[in-house]
């Protein structure tokens, strides 16, 4: 058989990627194709069941106190420990998850995540409130809610590398911003679906003044997360394996033999790195996306080396580094966020829709105005510019201002506390959202993915986002507490100190844009090899 022309040899090397390479030349970052659009739909709707369930329970705490306390407020303790109890959860489903997803691959363990928070949350809405104590039912309800932020903290590093490693290079910024955008849709249909639910209990609440129903209101909210979490299971069961972490999976051999191949395929696009398509003219299949070449072929490395390896790459000072800024800036972000966000309520009063006046449905329908106002005003919004500028500003860029111009707010917020009028705090409480959302919230999530290999990326992406939820669990605990002892204001100058902290370790980390993680390991590897053997 004649041999092929070199130019056509170069194509088959490519894997046949040139036609989709030729078709994205001229579109925008944010214009996705339809496989972008279904890896989507599959990875995202975690991050919306984590905004929804994690968010929902503002509303439902307050519901328990009509339900259980007769109106009064729940106790400090165990309302921070409900508040607390996903994020508890969260912090061991990223450790977990993260390590399971490197140790035995993504396809082994992506969606069973899923399934933990389909069976808490079926669990969580069983809560028996007519045969516990009031502390009874509301321990009962934190309890299945640490179960269930298990599975909320495993989606972080699993959607993570699952759309990192399909991602086009010169897009993948934008297609994670766009998954962790799905929170402020989370959180929007959240406080959407507060006020729908309590319009259709307006009879029952207000006028027949059965106010005991509100245990249907909080059952319903919480169940309705079960809907897109039984939509995406059976297509994250079914997801195949990426070719990026089959190949990271070969020895150090082939990471340092496949530098060319990495450079070739880094832009590959969703879904055409599971396809193989035979060659031209030998009829074989040719490697697609990073599949090293056959002549690098190595075994795969025992699973119990994982651990062993991901110690030794941290143990130098230049990928420690990286970690440390990935970790304190998702604490330092987490403290303010979710202190803010798990008692938006102690805000709402100052603005005037804490309900503090009315009847209960009344109460409880004017705080859900309330958190529908400030998410559709800061929430949406800060993603959305997030996704149409960060392949052009960077995101070191995004996150130094996002930290910085929140800090200003909450400055404001703090300094102009009791003399700010209702137009007022609204303003600037909407641009605090809009600059935690187009800032660190949602770059905070994405450098773990960008910046890490795809060897120890769901375990690094795991622990950096297990310190945020540690910001978080710290601020739901003491919050209500800090609040009673030393006054909002100061509250909220002690989170103006961590985003300025959070600006200054965001200087530890590099700029990913249009940066291969396995490329620069590949040839870290490879200098290695040459300083070991003295040439």
Known sequence: MPEMPVSEKENNVKGGLEDYEREDSGRYPFLLNYRECKLLGIAGVGFFLDAYDLFIINP??????????????????IQGFLKASANIGSVIGQFGFGYAADTFGRKAVYGKELMIIIFATILCISDPTGDLSATGSVLWLSIWR????????????MSASVATERANL?????????IFANQGWGSLVGSLMVIIVLACYHNVMEVKGETSKVDG???ILVGLSLIPAFGTLYQRLTLPESKRFKASQKG??????????????????????ESVRPAAASGTPTPTALSPAPSAAAPAQPKREHWAEFLHYFSEWRHFRVLLGTCACWFLLDVAFYGINLNQNVVLEEIGFDGSSGSAWTRLFKIGIGNLIVTALGFVPGYYVTILTIEWLGRKWIQIQGFLLAALFLGILAGKFYTLGTVGFIVNFAFLQFFFNFGANATTYCYPAEVFPTKFRASAHGISAACGKAGAIISALVFNSLTESIGTPNVLWIFFGCCIAGAGFTLLLPEVRDRDPDLVYAEELREEERNRRGT
Do not use: C, F, H
């Open 146 to 157: 640490i179960i269930l932020g298990i599975g909320i903290g495993g989606d972080y590093p």
């Open 217 to 219: 209101v909080w059952r």
């Open 60 to 77: 439902v705490a307050t519901m328990l106190q009509y339900r259980l306390y007769n109106g009064a407020p729940i106790p400090s303790g």
């Open 252 to 273: 150090a051999e082939a990471e340092t033999d496949s530098i060319d191949e990495l450079k070739k395929k880094a832009d590959a696009d969703p879904g055409v790195q």
């Open 170 to 178: 010169r897009r993948r910024g934008t297609l994670l911003s766009y």
